[in-house]
């Protein structure tokens, strides 16, 4: 089974610039999330989607990050205006309802350098 | 709000040591519990997912523990090999919605 997909896997932008990452779960799974990794620190819960219907943004700075899943497959990250603080590893995440419950499969991450 | 630590923060062990990572959280009302390795520049790749109705998974040399009353699991990892050496993160999911909360993660370095 193919795993989750994200791309591009680095990315540097000068700060106020936007850049948009993608992700493509594993095929079936209704949930998907996005995490911020800044460099040693945990993984950071940005957006979770169920489908194509958001069910925790909290985290998510509304002001300059956007996400989008409309039609519940794949996703996209946006960061518009980037700032130097945005600099991260971008994680997609998703999770199944068959197979074993909870269990949480990773992608390798866009890393992002804001100079 | 579910919060997630992990204790030690750092920790290095020579080849061939026998060794435990820590990890606690505030709410018991866990749904289940994962462990993670995380390599240097890549993704979290799964260890062991521990169900809450669960006291232990095993895998090779790993052996993952959980103690929902007291809000504790860990991580056991026998006969250390310096490929064991990454970042090892735990995440709990609380209630119905698959709600996420990673802990800071244990950074592990096996010496020769």
């Known amino acids: 089974e193919a ?5 591009p896997r680095y990315k540097i932008i000068e700060k106020r610039q936007s850049v948009a990452f993608w992700c493509n779960p594993i095929s079936g799974h209704a949930t998907l999330y996005w995490y911020q990794q800044i460099l ?7 957006i979770q989607f169920q489908n194509n219907g958001v069910v925790d943004d909290s985290q998510l700075p509304k002001d300059r990050f956007s996400a989008e899943r409309l039609k519940g497959v794949d996703s ?10 945005d600099s991260a590893v971008y994680l997609c995440a998703s999770m199944g ?8 499969f ?9 100079l | 709000k579910q919060e997630v630590t ?5 920790l290095s062990v020579p080849e061939g040591e026998n060794l435990v990572l820590n990890c606690s959280f505030t709410d ?8 993670f390795r995380q390599d240097p520049g890549k993704g979290l790749t799964s260890l062991l997912l521990i169900q809450s109705s669960q006291r232990e998974q095993t895998s090779g040399r790993l052996n993952a523990s959980l103690d929902k009353s007291s809000g504790r699991s860990t991580l056991y990892i026998a006969a250390s090999q310096p490929g064991d050496s990454a970042t090892y993160l735990c995440a709990v999911i609380t209630g119905g919605g698959n709600k996420l909360t990673f802990g800071t993660g244990t950074q592990l370095k096996v010496e020769l």
């Open chain 1, 76 to 85: 996209t990250l946006k960061i518009q205006p980037a700032k130097l603080e």
């Open chain 1, 97 to 104: 309802t068959g197979g074993i419950t909870g269990e949480l």
């Open chain 2, 6 to 10: 992990q204790i030690p923060a750092a």
């Open chain 2, 28 to 35: 018991s009302a866990i749904y289940n519990l994962q462990w």
């Open chain 1, 40 to 46: 040693g620190q945990g993984p950071k819960l940005l």
């Open chain 1, 106 to 114: 990773f992608g390798e991450g866009s890393r992002l350098t804001v």
């Open chain 1, 3 to 7: 795993g989750v997909a994200q791309s």
